[in-house]
Each structure stands twice: as structure tokens, then as C-alpha cells.
């Protein structure tokens, strides 16, 4: 009941947590320089004081700002999140057109990260003065160390550019023809290499934390318990130790999410990924507002949900985390 | 002794410091009965838990080695086993309980899983018959509402039913012997007391060997039938317990007993201090030959440079001080 009640507050929590990402988000984009009205103008190629001033008026550009902000959110909560400047299309068609292209990418990115990163960490920790370890550390020095784009970029260049074993980009191959399965596995190839850019950086950050977290664990009194039951070191590891070494990993995976929307924004624009990420950043160079808005909106949304969804797996996965006591 | 289940002769136990190995335990020698219970005393680091280590198998776990002697478990000697026997073996054959139930169970499992996997490892029991054997174990132990305790989870639960639910897990593949690291010194007074009156009666009712391993004299007065005192490693002192609390053949016993304090009917007016044997255990780096003993005892002589054997006292009583051949000789 009291859990009920508690999962409740965090959705309230959540939703004010939206609403005040929206009012910022829609402050920030009216505060940058460069007049959207301008640009549209500009596409349309040639332009006069009056043309711009009918865009203006036709867009609602020329109400107060807290007009503008007011008449947003109306439409927010209608759940329209306006039109966009650019591609004279709604922009909740656009976000959920690309939408699972994202969440495909991020979301493999991140399992992935989180089960290479683990496994990584545990095997290491059973030898902490082993080669593996060693490499692990390694790994992730480097992992960390270098930027997206330019993993994304030598990665195409080995195994698209040199070796050819990935798709150079897109999602899909545009000549296929076939049945679920094969456009399915289609995706899949073409999902290897960004998926394998984005995550190496947490492949790295999440094999040292569960490392440390591994080791010490593998002190803890009740593994020297489950030794004396007479368990297998195997049982003892994965069994008792994993269970425990992973809960820093999920807390951190959970919170990370955000940051792996942000990733996907340059790892879309290097593989050509149609996904929100790279909406943003033709949108941000066109400076169509309402897409903009709608996209950081609909990651904030993301994010929040991902905060939830990480506070019950949490939950599952350690029954110590009882209503009200998480924080 | 022909239902002689546990016997350790001239176990020596090393452990690698800075480069070196050094005797944790020297030559330890001893036996136990089925059914009997058996108090290993001694100050903290002489050597009683290591040795509760090694018969489990488990001292490689803590980076030390067993150069010498043996463990024999019902006539099978342990350190010449094989991994896989020796697993086989620990939490069915012999188990043992810890000194800090706070932390000894797993958070992330409930009480009746963990119960349950012994069963199921040792005995191939099924998940509903391993978890019936579980809740059969929480009766045993008396743990109020065993039911709702089975699929409670460890932190749901006070020490001493965590203690409980520890003996329960030791117990649940009816081990001839169980080894009981200082099981109540995380645990207040009175649950201490129920601890060891639940021991007593498993031992009755089912013939289980234990090994009480403590530096408490008045815990193993109540509950032992032997006494083994241990200092620096090396036994100095062993016997039945009443022989050993009312005539202490070894100096080191002789402390042991002074300081621990009694409820005497009538207290004289000026309370006594408790006294207290000075110094401390020297570090295994330290030792020499010789009794280890001879830097704190006061009836430290000449003679004491050279280690004293076990020297009988009576039938059953031994202790390793020079002092006992010299009394036999007068």
C-alpha cells in the first residue's frame, strides 16, 4: 500500500520534473540568437521585411513571450507539439516516426554495455593481478578517453570502409526484399556498429565499477557463507556475488540514460541513424523551435521514465530498497 | 575412542607475511566425540578461528597454506582430499556458523531460499522439498512465525533470529559436526544465552559434534564437556571443563579464568578488580622458541626457553608448562 503510495509521488514528482523541462527548454531556445523566421524566410529563397513580418504573424512570433509560452503548453498538454518550421509536418508524427529508431539504438546500447560491462568486471575481479584485468583497465582508460564520433568514425572505417563486414549507415538496406525476418536481421546489421560505438564508453565505465564493486563483495562475510555450504566458486560468483556486484551498475546505468540520448545525437550523425538524434541536429541547424522543443520534451520524458523504470528494477533486484527508505 | 568423529594431529597452519610464510597455527593436536562438545578458548588471534578455517577446507581462501598434519573427518583425512570431495563434504558433512550474523546471510536472497540451497546442493532435494525441509529447519531452531520468516529477507530479521537462521542452514544436511565461531559476540546477553541453549538441544537430539569456538570461560563452563585453550597457535591446555575451571594447570588458563568476572551471592563490601594477564599476544613474526607464553607468566624460568610438550595432568587433563612435570616430580 505505502509502496503504492510511493511509486505515486515519484510519478508527481516525474510529471513536475517534465513541466519544468518544457518551460526551461522553451526560455532557453527563445533566448539564443537567430530569428526562426529569418531562416524559413532564407529557404524559401529572396525576402523582404514583409514576407519575414507575415511569418512572423502566421507562426505567432510576434505575441509576447509569455503568450507564446502559454499558448505552448496548451497545446502541450493537448498533446500537440506544434508544427514544425521545416518539414511542414507535426512534430509528434516526427518524434514518433523516429522515436524507435532511438530506442532501438540506445536501449541495445545500453543492455549491451551493461552485460559486456558487468561480465568484463566480475571475470577481472576473480583475478584482480590477471592479464584480463589488466586489459579491462586498459579498455576503459581508452574506451573513456576517446570521443564518440571518433570511435563511431574508426570503427567505419575498419570494418565498413576497409573490411566491409557493417553497412558505411542508414537502418536499412532500401533494395531488400523479403519477410519480417529478413528486413529484421537487415535492422540488426545495420545496427552493430553504431550500437557498438555508443556503448563502448559505458562498456569501459560500467566493467571498472563492476569490478571494484565485485571485489568487494567477494569479501563480504556471506560469501564466505556460501563457501561453506559447499557451493561451487562458480555458484558463489555468479549466484551470490553478481547479484550484489550489479546493483551499483543498474543505479548508474539508470542514470546514465540521459547521457546515452545525448550520444546517440552524434553516433546518429555519423552512421546516418534516422533517429531523434539526428532530428535534433539538423533541427537545431534550421532552427525550427517547435521541433526542437518537441524533441527535448520528449527526451526529457524518456529520461524520467528510464529514472522510474531503473527505481523498480532496483527494487527487484534488492529487497532492501523498501518504499521510502530509497532515499 | 571408536565413535570418534574429528581428529587433528600436529596441524600447523602458515600464513604469508610480507614475503614470508609464518605459523598461525603450530602443531595442533585433538579429538572429538560424536555428540561431544568441545570449547577452543583463547585471546583473539591465537590461532582458534584459522583452525576452524582449515577443517573446513577454506584456508586457501584467505591466502594461507597447511604444510603439516592432519584432519581426519570420520576416519577421511580433509587436507589430502580432492577440491571436489571437500566441497562435497562442507555444509553437509561439516559446517559451521559465524561470528557476525548481521552480515553472514545474503541481502539479496530470503531466508527460505538460502536454507533451501544447501538442501538441494547436498541432498538433490526438489524446490518444494528443500523448501519444506527449510521451513522444518526454522522450526527447529524456534524461530517465531517460521512460515513468514521463510520468505523474509535477511534484513527483515533481528541478530539472533539471523543467528538462528544461520544454525538452521549449518544443520539443515545433518552435519556430524558443526563449528561455531563465537556465534553470540555480535549478540546481546540474553539472546546469547537462548543461542547456546538451542545448540545444546540440537546437539541432544541429533548427535551432532560442535566445536565452540570462544575467549567467553563462562559460555564454555555451561556448554562444554572439553576444553581446549589455545595461545599463539599452539594448545597449552586441554581437559575436561570441570577440571580445567576449578584446577587451571597452565598460567595462561589460570588468567583466562581470574578475569572473567562472577556473580557471587554475597558481594564483599569493596568490590576486587578484575584482574588481568599484561601484555598481549605476541605477533606470529615474533615468536621464538620456547614456551610463547614466557614473556607474560609469572612463573616464567630458565626452562621456558625451551617449548614444554603437553604434560598430563590426570587421566584426561593436559597441560604444556614445565611447572606440571616439576609438581610430578615433588
Redesign the interface.
Request: charged letters at 15%; glycine letters at 4%; a negative charge.
Given at each position: 500500500m505505502s509502496s503504492l503510495f510511493e511509486i505515486a509521488k515519484r510519478i508527481v514528482y516525474a510529471l513536475s520534473l517534465v513541466l519544468a523541462v518544457i518551460v526551461f527548454n522553451f526560455l532557453l531556445i527563445h533566448m539564443a540568437p537567430g530569428d526562426p523566421a529569418e531562416v524559413i524566410a532564407g529557404e524559401m529563397g529572396g525576402t523582404t521585411e514583409e514576407i519575414v513580418a507575415s511569418i512572423r504573424q502566421s507562426y505567432g512570433l510576434d505575441q509576447p513571450l509569455l503568450t507564446q509560452l502559454w499558448l505552448y503548453l496548451k497545446q502541450v498538454a493537448g498533446g500537440d507539439l506544434g508544427y514544425s518550421y521545416y518539414f511542414n509536418r507535426p512534430v509528434t508524427d516526427l518524434i514518433l516516426q523516429r522515436l524507435p529508431a532511438t530506442l532501438l539504438l540506445v536501449i541495445s546500447a545500453l543492455l549491451l554495455a551493461i552485460i559486456i560491462g558487468t561480465a568484463l568486471g566480475v571475470v577481472s575481479a576473480r583475478r584482480p593481478r590477471g592479464f584480463l584485468s589488466h586489459f579491462v583497465t586498459v579498455l576503459a582508460l581508452v574506451g573513456f578517453s576517446a570521443p564518440v564520433f571518433w570511435t563511431g568514425i574508426m570503427l567505419l572505417l575498419l570494418f565498413a570502409s576497409y573490411l566491409s563486414f557493417f553497412p558505411v549507415g542508414g537502418m536499412y538496406s532500401m533494395t531488400l526484399e523479403g519477410g519480417f525476418g529478413v528486413k529484421a536481421l537487415d535492422v540488426l546489421h545495420h545496427l552493430v556498429l553504431p550500437m557498438a560505438t555508443l556503448s563502448i564508453i559505458y562498456v569501459a565505465q560500467y566493467s571498472r565499477l563492476a569490478r571494484a564493486s565485485t571485489l568487494d563483495v567477494l569479501g563480504a562475510d556471506y560469501i564466505r557463507t556460501a563457501r561453506a555450504k559447499g557451493l561451487s566458486e562458480a555458484v558463489v560468483v555468479y549466484k551470490h556475488a553478481l547479484r550484489n556486484a550489479v546493483l551499483p551498475v543498474v543505479t548508474i546505468a539508470g542514470l546514465q540514460f540521459s547521457q546515452l540520448l545525448s550520444g546517440a545525437v552524434l553516433v546518429e550523425t555519423v552512421f546516418n541513424w534516422p533517429g531523434l538524434g539526428r532530428l535534433a541536429f539538423e533541427s537545431i541547424l534550421r532552427r525550427d523551435y517547435p521541433t526542437i522543443l518537441g524533441i527535448l520534451f520528449f527526451s526529457a520524458f524518456v529520461v524520467v521514465i528510464a529514472n522510474l523504470l531503473t527505481d523498480l528494477a532496483y527494487r527487484l533486484i534488492d529487497p532492501r530498497i523498501k518504499a521510502g527508505a530509497s532515499s | 575412542m571408536t565413535d570418534k568423529i574429528l581428529s587433528v594431529e600436529g596441524l600447523t597452519i602458515e600464513f604469508r607475511i610480507g614475503g614470508r610464510f609464518f605459523p598461525v597455527v603450530d602443531g595442533l593436536s585433538f579429538d572429538l566425540a560424536r555428540g561431544e562438545m568441545l570449547g577452543i578458548v583463547g585471546e583473539s588471534g591465537c590461532g582458534k578461528s584459522t583452525t576452524a578455517l582449515a577443517i573446513?577446507g577454506?584456508v586457501e581462501?584467505t591466502s594461507g597454506r597447511v604444510p603439516a598434519g592432519e584432519i581426519k573427518l570420520n576416519g577421511e583425512n580433509l587436507l589430502q582430499t580432492s577440491r571436489r570431495r571437500m566441497?562435497?563434504?562442507?555444509?553437509?558433512d561439516v559446517?559451521?556458523i559465524?561470528q557476525?550474523p548481521m552480515?553472514?546471510?545474503?541481502?539479496?536472497?530470503?531466508v527460505g531460499e538460502q536454507i533451501a540451497?544447501?538442501v538441494r546442493?547436498?541432498h538433490g532435494a526438489s524446490r518444494k522439498a528443500a523448501m519444506d525441509h527449510a521451513y522444518d529447519m526454522l522450526c527447529k531452531v524456534h524461530i517465531p512465525a517460521p512460515e513468514k520468516r521463510l520468505h523474509q529477507?535477511p534484513?527483515e530479521l533481528s541478530g539472533g533470529m539471523r543467528q538462528r537462521v544461520?544454525i538452521a542452514?549449518a544443520l539443515a544436511c545433518g552435519p556430524s559436526l558443526l563449528i561455531a565461531d563465537e556465534p553470540t559476540t555480535a549478540l546481546d546477553v540474553t539472546v546469547q544465552a537462548q543461542i547456546f541453549d538451542l545448540l545444546q538441544e540440537l546437539r541432544d537430539a541429533t548427535g551432532t559434534a560442535i566445536i565452540l569456538i570462544t575467549h567467553d570461560m563462562g559460555a564454555v563452563a555451561e556448554t562444554c564437556q572439553r576444553v581446549l585453550v589455545m595461545y599463539a597457535g599452539r594448545k597449552v591446555e586441554e581437559g575436561p571443563v570441570e577440571a580445567i575451571l576449578t584446577e587451571p594447570s597452565h598460567p595462561y588458563t589460570s588468567g583466562l579464568i581470574r578475569c572473567t568476572p562472577h556473580l557471587d551471592r554475597d558481594p564483599p563490601a569493596q568490590l576486587p578488580m578484575l584482574p588481568e594477564i599484561p601484555g598481549i599476544v605476541p605477533p606470529v613474526t615474533e615468536l621464538g622458541k620456547g614456551c610463547p607464553f614466557r614473556p607474560r607468566c609469572p612463573h616464567a624460568h630458565a626452562r621456558c626457553a625451551d617449548m614444554p610438550p603437553v604434560i598430563p595432568v590426570s587421566a584426561n587433563h593436559g597441560a604444556a608448562c614445565w611447572l606440571q612435570e616439576e609438581e610430578r616430580a615433588a
Open positions: - | 573446513m577454506l581462501e566441497r562435497q563434504l562442507r555444509g553437509n559446517a559451521m559465524f557476525e552480515s553472514s546471510l545474503n541481502p539479496v536472497f530470503t540451497e544447501v546442493l547436498h529477507y534484513h544461520m542452514i
